[in-house]
């Protein structure tokens, strides 16, 4: 098992910055991709960001292109994303996920955060 917690969520006006950040523990080695994904009220989960633990593969949705970073820090288990130039339509439940099996963009993840929300204002 893959334990998954999310942090750094908040409320920011447009145009801000957040970074968000996601603990792994337990069996990690069994993990071999972490993605962002997030969905909004009334909308279907969608995929944001994904790199693997090795960081050499990463992939990002168009929307957030230029404005998102991912990056891991294998010391400690840590995924980050960077958020610049944030928008209301960013605004959304973040999750982050992990899989055995190299990123993908689809939300077909081993193990699952709780989520954390994010709310920009305009």
């Known amino acids: 098992q893959v334990q998954l917690v999310e942090s750094g969520g908040g409320l920011v006006q447009a145009g801000g910055s957040l970074r968000l950040s996601c603990a792994a523990s337990?069996?990690?080695?069994?993990?071999?991709?972490v993605g962002w994904f997030r969905q909004a009220p009334g909308k279907e989960r969608e995929f944001v960001a994904a790199?693997?633990?090795?960081?050499?593969?990463?992939k990002y949705a168009d929307s957030v292109k230029g404005r998102f970073t991912i990056s891991v820090v294998n010391a400690n288990n840590t995924v980050w994303l960077q958020m610049n130039s944030l928008k209301p339509e960013d605004t959304a439940v973040y999750y982050c996920?992990?899989?055995?099996?190299?990123?993908?963009?689809?939300?077909?993840?081993?193990?699952w955060g709780q989520g954390t929300q994010v709310t920009v204002s305009s």
């Open positions: 790199i693997s633990w090795s960081a050499v593969f990463r």
């Open positions: 337990g069996r990690t080695f069994g993990s071999d991709a």
């Open positions: 996920a992990a899989r055995a099996r190299g990123i993908t963009t689809m939300p077909d993840y081993d193990y």
